[in-house]
Nanobody, 125 residues
Framework: EVQLVESGGGSVQAGGSLRLSCAVF????????MGWFRQVPGKEREWVAA???????TYAASVKGRFTISKDNAKNTLYLQMNSLKPEDTAMYYC???????????????????WGQGTQVTVSS
């Protein structure tokens, strides 16, 4: 069974940093695409960043220049480094993966078939 397990969420003041992790269990090969989404209550799940198996990275305009997505293949773990956090970054953050390769461009929820349970990020002003 494939599992994605997020960790690293927490509470931080505006301007601070957090690093989210997404550990992959039950699948030893590289996914074609992995990404991060976020969601606040009452709103649609919003794409944040994605990374292809060939290291192509893409970001939503709202986080570009502040967030960095990366992957440690030896640890089979995806990361999201979040710097210069703002109160509007407050959300539940979800890791996502799919076998299909992803290239550049924005992503949507239906592009990914596998999801983690989420980790909460709260940024106070």
């Amino acid at each position: 069974e494939v599992q994605l397990v997020e960790s690293g969420g927490g509470s931080v003041q505006a301007g601070g940093s957090l690093r989210l992790s997404c550990a992959v269990f039950g699948y030893s090969r590289s996914y074609g695409c992995m990404g991060w989404f976020r969601q606040v209550p009452g709103k649609e799940r919003e794409w944040v960043a994605a990374r292809s198996s060939s290291d192509i990275t893409t970001y939503a305009a709202s986080v570009k220049g502040r967030f960095t997505i990366s992957k440690d293949n030896a640890k089979n773990t995806l990361y999201l480094q979040m710097n210069s956090l703002k109160p509007e970054d407050t959300a539940m953050y979800y890791c996502a993966a799919d076998m299909a390769y992803c290239s550049g461009g924005d992503k949507v929820r239906s592009d990914f078939h596998y999801w983690g349970q989420g980790t909460q990020v709260t940024v106070s002003s």
